[in-house]
Each structure stands twice: as structure tokens, then as C-alpha cells.
């Protein structure tokens, strides 16, 4: 320890001192007091040497007075700077120091520990050899402890334990062991205990010790603490059990099953009736059936409790629905919406039930938990969540969900690729999700070489859009506009009056025609902001629903604009709403003929045509009668997602998880509910999505031929 290092030095150079009779220096030297980084400043004493107390018989009767005085005040405060007033006046003497370490007693009696600290401090750096050194050093040790000063506390205690003996090394030890636990220096507290575990007398005193081991590697010594106390450490030692079977744990989460069995192993040897055997042999069994699959049980994992219930039963019906009729085993475990519950899911499927392969999670954290255990196990996951990227965790994670990147990837590339428009325009809510969706559609527009002309964001709360709709088509900064500056111009030659000049000015406002530089306006909201939107786009002259030229000459010719041209809206599948009291969707009944002509995306289509849609909606119908819902997404994607294990099961018969793994990544043309699906090379479900049309009579499906985007890709 630095501060024994430092104490004989200093111990060395005092005995040369006195055997070369040389005079005394109280000239620091450089060097020998040094500290490293890591030292902690505070209660070390440097190397340097030390000033030799002379005797003074003046001081010596000052002390004397002094300490009289001390012994009739009223406190120990005040009588602890008595004895400091002979320290002031004569430095330098026996007892000068005699009355530094009398004060220092008293201040720490009086639990003043920073006076106490500070004459402690004083005195062992000026006289290391003092004759009550070691009581200084204990006392200033506590004292340090008291105030917060666990490191200096640590250095000093346990070098005071080193160079005692029998029960006064015990206690330094659990003074030490305190303070190392205080400061975090979790390491040397464990070997202190482990040191009071082995020398331990009595059985209560060994079974304390043991505890306080226990309670230091639950959470607090690190991995390499515990292997380094471990390595070389007799079976026999009473604290060999608790830190083998923390080992065993540690390789465990580790996952490294090798070092794991040869740990258990050894501890069920040499421990068997200690009182962890039992967790032992299960931890035991459960690492050598990592490797035994049941080819026909697959896990499901989802949040069947708690706020996310809704969505898990969701999705649970679906997959139920693919699976009826088969021998397939399905295991559901229950998330809650739980991130660690999702981790410890993934291992009860694997190694408890031996689970081929898991579907779900779906929420982003515990998709993320569950794949980073899965990639772990090398057990296949096939996640149903938008969490952008899980599939890069590892070759084992593979996803089938529609997320926000293949949305915008698809309606962009139908507006340019299947409608010809190159120049767009974007109303986005200031929040994660429309933020990312603006974004993601802005970059498949510049890839594909279009231009965005206007974006504007509005609060997610937002129930006007006047002020947004004018800024789209510039009329909303008329400043920027030289025509409007010209108008301006002319009414100020004029020599009108107040009344006239308004309303000249208000004329030429409402004439002005509106700048729609562009073909579509791209809206990532939910369809109850939609429907309000729709109608703020009208009043600036945004014809969005003439889906047919006779019906935008007929506006033309009402308005007698002939500058107007149709702009289509564009949407995601936040804007699939409920049907309504007329039986037509809410988005229509509210947002009325503002809304007609628009096109969105979805990832599942109710009233689609595609045969494998059609037969799931059908069978779901039948299945769940009374269910007081169709179909959608979620049940969608949970049927496709069993489904194609089942096929895979059913027809490839896969024995191992590497052979599921390998016959998901080379799956390729599913027909599903959702679509017809592959995994691509980052094993992301790609598909073509499902382009909705509104009109008068509902949301119809567009050729699934112009959708050529998919999921995932």
C-alpha cells in the first residue's frame, strides 16, 4: 500500500539520520512523496524528513497549564483549542506535538471529524515516529470515514491491518473492508472479506464473513474480482462455494457454455450438499439442453397482460389461426410489454422447452432484447416489429413487419415510377414518427430524381391548417412575391384613402394565384388529421379531388382560374380508418370529397383481392365469429409469420436450428395474407405492399402490379 510504502520510507530515512548524527532538514525532497494518478489525495504522509521535536521546559509547562484548563472546559471543542494555543506557540517541541495529538483526541471524542482529520493530518506528516502514531492513524483513518473521505480511510486502515495481529487485525479489516466498499473499490473489499471468511474463529463469525462475500459479488465486484479470487483458492475455504457458483453464473450469461459446465462440474463435487447444489444442477441441465430441439414446438412471445394486451391478442389470433389443424407445439410466454421479461422469454422457449424457432416480439424494446438473447442462443427469431435495423443484431434475427422506411419507399416509387410526378410537397406532424417519414420519403424522391418544392411541419395536436396550406403555395410571405410587391406599388401611386387603400390591398391578396409548383403532397399523419387538412388545402386553391380532367375543367371554368391542376394527396397506413354509420370508411364520411382521389399504403388490405387475402380473411371470419373486428395488420402478420414456419416444418422438416435458420433466409415467394414475401440478404420480409385508392364508393386496392415496393427492402 502506498501509505506502508511511504511510512517506512520515511522510517528508513530517520534511523540513517540519527545513526550519521547529521542535523536535522526540514527541506522537502523531491520524488519520494510523489502520488500516482490513482493515488487518492488526502491522509498520506511524503517521504521527507522529518522535523526532531526538541524538549522545551517553557512548552512543557505551557502543556501542563493547558491541560488543566482542558480538564475544567465546558466542552471538548474548546478544550481541544487550548491545547492547540501551546501547538501555535511552540512548534517544533514534544509538547507542541503532544498537545496536536491531545487535541486531536478531543476533537474526534467530540465527533468534530474535520478538526480531528486536520491535527491528525498536521502531526504524522511533521513526525511519523510519534510515539502514539498508530492511535493517530486509526483515529484519522474513522475520521476520514466520517466525512466522506472513504479512499484516504481505505489506504490507511489497510495498512494498519497488514502490521497487526489477532483480533485488532479483524477489526482494521472490517474497518477497511467498509471503506473500500464506500469508495467503490469493490475489489480489495472482496479480498478483505474473503481474508475474514478464512480466518474466522467461530462459526458465527465465519458465517457473517461468508454473507458479507456473498453480498459483494451479487452486483458490486466485477468478473474479473471474482475469477482472480477464485483462481488458486482452496475448495476448503469457506467462501469458495458462493464465489464458484457466481462464476458459474457469470459464464452462464456469458454464454460461455464450456468454462460454465466445467465450473458446475467442479462445484457439484466438491459442494454437493451446499446449499446452491440445487441451482447448480438445474443451471447444469438447462446449459447441456441448449443443444436439444423439438423440431415441432415454436415459441411465441408477446405482451398478453398490462397496456399492450389489445395488440398481443392481436396477434395471437393470427398465429393461432395459421397453425390450427397442425401438431405443431406452441409455446406463448408473456412479454407484459417488459424488456428483461422479453430476454428471459427467449431463453425459458429455448432451453426449457427447446424451441425450434420464436416468433414476436413486437414492441422496439423488447424486439431488441429478445434478438440480442437469440442471437446469443443461435435460436432463429422471426420479430414483428417497426424497429428500424434489428436484423443487423445478427444472422439469426430476421423480421416480417411493415415498417416506416418501406412505406415511404413504396408510395414514392409508385408517385414517380407509376404516376410519372417529380415534384412534390409535404405536411408532416412535428413528431418522431412524421419526422421520420417525411425524411425517409424526401430521400426516395431525390434518389429516384424528383425535387421537393414545400415542407411543412405543424404540432401533433394541431386541429387548423390554415397558415400551412398558404405557406405550400405562397401566400403566406407575400413579400417574396414580385407580383404581389408590383400590386403593392400600384395601389401606393394611387392617391386613395385609408378605407380604399385596404380594401385595394385585400383585393389583391385574393387574386393572387396560388404558386402549386408541385403534383402530390405527401401527409404521414393518422386519417382524423387527414380529413381536417383536405379542407385547408381547398381554400388555397389545392384541387385535390379531380381525379378526372372534365371535373378540373369544371373548376376551372367556376373559378374562372385556368392555372389550377389537380395534386394528389399521399398517405401511409395511418390513414386505414374504421367504417363509419354510412358504411363507408371515417376518412370519407369526414374528410368528404377532399379527400377523393388520394392514395395511400398499407401492409394489409381487408377487402383486397388477392387470393392467399381473401382465404385468410375468410377463414378468420369463420375461426373467430365472435371476435367484433376484421382482420388487420396485426393479425395479418401474425398468421404470415406462423405460417411459413409451419410450411417450413411441415415440408423441409428441419432437425436443428441452423437448418431453421438456413430455410427462413433462402425463403422465397410465400403467399400470405400480407402479400407474397422473401427475405432478402439482411432478412427483412420484402413484399409488395397494397396501394388504396380513395373514391366516392370506399378504399379500393390499385394493381398490385404498381407496387413495387415491399417491406424490408
Known amino acids: 500500500m502506498e501509505v506502508l510504502s511511504i511510512s517506512r520510507r520515511a522510517l528508513g530515512l530517520a534511523l540513517a539520520l540519527l545513526l550519521t548524527a547529521c542535523p536535522r532538514t526540514t527541506t522537502p525532497v523531491r520524488g519520494g512523496g510523489g502520488r500516482d494518478a490513482d493515488v487518492p489525495s488526502g491522509d498520506q504522509f511524503p517521504s521527507r524528513p522529518t522535523v526532531e521535536a526538541k524538549q522545551d521546559e517553557a512548552a512543557d509547562a505551557a502543556l501542563a497549564q493547558a491541560i488543566e484548563t482542558a480538564a475544567r472546559a465546558t466542552g471538548k471543542q474548546q478544550a481541544a483549542e487550548t491545547l492547540l494555543a501551546v501547538r501555535k506557540s511552540y512548534p517544533g517541541t514534544t509538547a507542541g506535538q503532544e498537545a496536536l495529538y491531545r487535541?486531536?483526541?478531543?476533537?474526534?471524542?467530540?465527533?468534530?471529524?474535520?478538526?480531528?482529520?486536520?491535527?491528525?493530518?498536521?502531526?504524522?506528516?511533521?513526525?511519523?515516529?510519534?510515539?502514539?502514531?498508530?492511535?493517530?492513524?486509526?483515529?484519522?483513518?474513522?475520521?476520514?470515514?466520517?466525512?466522506?473521505?472513504y479512499r484516504d480511510a481505505y489506504q490507511t486502515l489497510s495498512s494498519l491491518a497488514e502490521r497487526a495481529q489477532g483480533p485488532e487485525r479483524d477489526r482494521l479489516l472490517q474497518e477497511a473492508n467498509r471503506a473500500a466498499e464506500a469508495a467503490g473499490l469493490f475489489g480489495p473489499a472482496l479480498d478483505m472479506a474473503v481474508k475474514l471468511a478464512g480466518d474466522a474463529k467461530t462459526p458465527q463469525e465465519q458465517a457473517a464473513a461468508v454473507t458479507r462475500v456473498e453480498q459483494l459479488v451479487e452486483g458490486r465486484a466485477s468478473f474479473v474480482d471474482v475469477a482472480r479470487v477464485v483462481e488458486g483458492m482452496s475448495p476448503r475455504h469457506p467462501a469458495w462455494p458462493v464465489l464458484t457458483f457466481k462464476l458459474?453464473?457469470?459464464?452462464?450469461?456469458?454464454?460461455?457454455?464450456?468454462?460454465?459446465?466445467?465450473?458446475?462440474?467442479?462445484?457439484?463435487?466438491?459442494?454437493?450438499?451446499?446449499?446452491?447444489?440445487t441451482q447448480a444442477k438445474e443451471m447444469l441441465a438447462r446449459a447441456t439442453r441448449r443443444v436439444d430441439v423439438n423440431p415441432r414446438t415454436v415459441?411465441?412471445?408477446?405482451?398478453?397482460?398490462?397496456?399492450?394486451?389489445?395488440?398481443?391478442?392481436?396477434?395471437?389470433?393470427?398465429?393461432?389461426?395459421?397453425?390450427?389443424?397442425?401438431?405443431?407445439?406452441?409455446?406463448?410466454?408473456?412479454?407484459?410489454?417488459?424488456?428483461?421479461?422479453?430476454?428471459?422469454?427467449?431463453?425459458?422457449?429455448?432451453?426449457?422447452?427447446?424451441?425450434?424457432a420464436v416468433l414476436g416480439p413486437l414492441l422496439q424494446d423488447d424486439s431488441r432484447r429478445a434478438a440480442l438473447v437469440a442471437e446469443e442462443l443461435q435460436v432463429p427469431l422471426l420479430t414483428m416489429t417497426r424497429s428500424e435495423g434489428i436484423t443487423d443484431i445478427g444472422p439469426h434475427v430476421f423480421r416480417n413487419m411493415l415498417t416506416n422506411s418501406a412505406q415511404a419507399q413504396a408510395i414514392a416509387d409508385y408517385a414517380m415510377n407509376v404516376r410519372g410526378f417529380k415534384q412534390f410537397a409535404m405536411l408532416y406532424p412535428n413528431i418522431p414518427y412524421g419526422v421520420e417519414m417525411a425524411n425517409g420519403f424526401w430521400d426516395e424522391v431525390v434518389q429516384n430524381g424528383g425535387t421537393v418544392r414545400?415542407?411543412?411541419?405543424?404540432?401533433?395536436?394541431?386541429?387548423?391548417?390554415?397558415?400551412?396550406?398558404?405557406?405550400?403555395?405562397?401566400?403566406?410571405?407575400?413579400?417574396?412575391?414580385?407580383?404581389?410587391?408590383?400590386?403593392?406599388?400600384?395601389?401606393?401611386?394611387?392617391?386613395?384613402?385609408?378605407?380604399r387603400r385596404r380594401k385595394a390591398v385585400d383585393k389583391l391578396k385574393s387574386g393572387l394565384d396560388p404558386v402549386v409548383d408541385f403534383e402530390a403532397i405527401f401527409i404521414p399523419d393518422d386519417w382524423k388529421r387527414v380529413s381536417l387538412v383536405g379542407p385547408a388545402l381547398a381554400v388555397e386553391d389545392i384541387i385535390t379531388n379531380a381525379c378526372d380532367p372534365r371535373d378540373l375543367e369544371k373548376i376551372r371554368k367556376t373559378t374562372g382560374k385556368r392555372s389550377l391542376k389537380t395534386v394528389t394527396l399521399l398517405g401511409t397506413n395511418t390513414w386505414s380508418s374504421p367504417k363509419g354509420r354510412s358504411g363507408l370508411p371515417e376518412l370519407i364520411e369526414r374528410g368528404g370529397k377532399f379527400v377523393i382521389c388520394s392514395v395511400y399504403v398499407d401492409g394489409f388490405f381487408v377487402d383486397s383481392q388477392r387470393p392467399a387475402t381473401r382465404k385468410f380473411v375468410q377463414n378468420f371470419r369463420e375461426a373467430?365469429?365472435?371476435?367484433?373486428?376484421?382482420?388487420?395488420?396485426?393479425?395479418?402478420?401474425?398468421?404470415?409469420?406462423?405460417?411459413?414456419?409451419?410450411?417450413?416444418?411441415?415440408?423441409?422438416?428441419?432437425?436443428?436450428?441452423?437448418?431453421?435458420?438456413?430455410?427462413?433466409?433462402?425463403?422465397?415467394?410465400?403467399?400470405?395474407?400480407?402479400?407474397?414475401?422473401?427475405?432478402?440478404?439482411?432478412?427483412?420480409?420484402?413484399?409488395?405492399?397494397?396501394?388504396?385508392?380513395?373514391?366516392?364508393?370506399?378504399?379500393?386496392?390499385?394493381?398490385?402490379?404498381?407496387?413495387?415496393?415491399?417491406?424490408?427492402?
Do not use: C
Not at 389461426?321 to 429455448?350: H, P, R
Open 103 to 149: 487535541a486531536g483526541v478531543l476533537f474526534f471524542e467530540a465527533e468534530d471529524y474535520a478538526n480531528a482529520r486536520k491535527s491528525f493530518n498536521e502531526l504524522l506528516f511533521e513526525n511519523p515516529l510519534y510515539p502514539e502514531a498508530e492511535d493517530a492513524k486509526h483515529k484519522l483513518a474513522l475520521s476520514a470515514m466520517e466525512v466522506g473521505a
Open 624 to 713: 373467430y365469429k365472435d371476435v367484433d373486428r376484421e382482420p388487420g395488420l396485426l393479425e395479418a402478420i401474425g398468421y404470415d409469420s406462423a405460417l411459413m414456419l409451419r410450411q417450413i416444418i411441415e415440408k423441409q422438416r428441419p432437425r436443428t436450428r441452423s437448418e431453421m435458420r438456413d430455410s427462413l433466409t433462402n425463403l422465397k415467394n410465400f403467399e400470405g395474407a400480407t402479400g407474397r414475401t422473401s427475405f432478402n440478404e439482411k432478412r427483412e420480409a420484402v413484399k409488395p405492399l397494397f396501394l388504396l385508392s380513395v373514391d366516392n364508393r370506399g378504399v379500393r386496392e390499385l394493381n398490385p402490379e404498381g407496387a413495387t415496393g415491399g417491406s424490408g427492402s
Open 454 to 499: 414545400g415542407a411543412e411541419s405543424y404540432a401533433h395536436d394541431q386541429t387548423t391548417f390554415t397558415d400551412e396550406a398558404k405557406k405550400l403555395v405562397g401566400r403566406y410571405y407575400l413579400e417574396d412575391r414580385i407580383d404581389y410587391l408590383e400590386g403593392i406599388r400600384s395601389i401606393n401611386a394611387e392617391n386613395m384613402d385609408a378605407f
Open 299 to 356: 415459441g411465441v412471445l408477446l405482451p398478453m397482460t398490462g397496456r399492450y394486451k389489445p395488440i398481443g391478442e392481436a396477434v395471437l389470433r393470427g398465429v393461432q389461426l395459421a397453425l390450427a389443424g397442425s401438431n405443431i407445439e406452441l409455446v406463448v410466454k408473456d412479454t407484459q410489454g417488459e424488456v428483461m421479461l422479453a430476454g428471459q422469454a427467449v431463453e425459458q422457449v429455448a432451453f426449457d422447452e427447446g424451441a425450434i
Open 248 to 277: 458459474a453464473r457469470i459464464y452462464y450469461h456469458l454464454r460461455d457454455w464450456t468454462r460454465l459446465e466445467e465450473t458446475l462440474n467442479r462445484f457439484l463435487q466438491e459442494a454437493p450438499s451446499h446449499p446452491f447444489a
